[in-house]
């Protein structure tokens, strides 16, 4: 399975950004779809976006939809999120996740592969 560390989570007042990334090794990274995934203590984990293998197809959750773009690099073995106009609810820890296939899909029960994840905190 692949290894997957996250960075780039910090402290960010609202309407600003931040760009996560997720470095991947071990596992056939770029035969893999990439997602993204967040939780807030007390809530179920809940999917943020998703990229195909070949970074030519990706899918949002409705409450980033406009905000968010994850984008891959498959050379670096690295995918990313950019987060602009950040919100309060944007608080959560990420956490990036390998699918077991090539396309892109919300259930996390079709992603093999999880990080430590990383917090992300919006102030209002």
């Known amino acids: 399975q692949a290894q997957l560390i996250e960075s780039g989570g910090g402290l960010v007042q609202a309407g600003g950004s931040l760009r996560l990334s997720c470095a991947a090794s071990?596992?056939?990274?770029?035969?893999?779809?990439m997602g993204w995934f967040r939780q807030v203590p007390g809530k179920e984990r809940s999917f943020v976006a998703a990229?195909?293998?070949?970074?030519?197809?990706?899918y949002y959750a409705v409450s980033v939809k406009g905000r968010f773009t994850i984008s891959r690099d498959n050379a670096e073995n690295t995918v990313y999120l950019q987060m602009n106009s950040l919100k309060p609810e944007d608080t959560a820890v990420y956490y990036c996740a390998a699918g077991a296939g090539p396309f892109s899909s919300k259930d996390d029960s079709d992603y093999v592969s999880w990080g430590q994840g990383t917090q992300v905190t919006v102030s209002s």
């Open positions: 071990g596992r056939t990274f770029r035969n893999s779809a």
């Open positions: 990229i195909n293998w070949a970074g030519t197809s990706t």
